[in-house]
Nanobody
Framework: QVHLVESGGGLVQAGGSLRLSCAAS????????MGWFRQAPGAERESVAN????????YYADFVKGRFTISRDNAKNTVYLQMEALKPEDTAVYYC?????????????????WGQGTQYSYSV
């Protein structure tokens, strides 16, 4: 079992920055692959970024490439999502998720454990 708790969401103006954090517990962090996903109102949950157990491999959705960075600190059992150049269309609830195993999957359906989510909203 893996327990995940996200933090760091909030109101940010267009063009601003935000860093999300996700603290994991319940299993050796270095054994789990992590991902960030988001879900906007009325939309399906979609993949944002994913990272391998060591942090050496990362994947990004096209709509965040060059703006968002996923990273992890295995010593702190935490994965991060640094979001830059935020746009109104980035508004969503952001979830971190985990799965065991070495392969980095992209689809939300491939992840077993989910946090409660943290909201990013565009501020006028």
């Amino acid at each position: 079992q893996v327990h995940l708790v996200e933090s760091g969401g909030g109101l940010v103006q267009a063009g601003g920055s935000l860093r999300l954090s996700c603290a994991a517990s319940g299993r050796a962090f270095s054994t789990i692959t992590m991902g960030w996903f988001r879900q906007a109102p009325g939309a399906e949950r979609e993949s944002v970024a994913n990272i391998s157990r060591s942090g050496g491999t990362t994947y990004y959705a096209d709509f965040v490439k060059g703006r968002f960075t996923i990273s992890r600190d295995n010593a702190k059992n935490t994965v991060y999502l640094q979001m830059e150049a935020l746009k109104p269309e980035d508004t969503a609830v952001y979830y971190c998720a985990a799965r065991t195993g070495a392969v980095v999957y992209i689809s939300p359906g491939d992840y077993n454990y989910w946090g409660q989510g943290t909201q990013y909203s565009y501020s006028v």
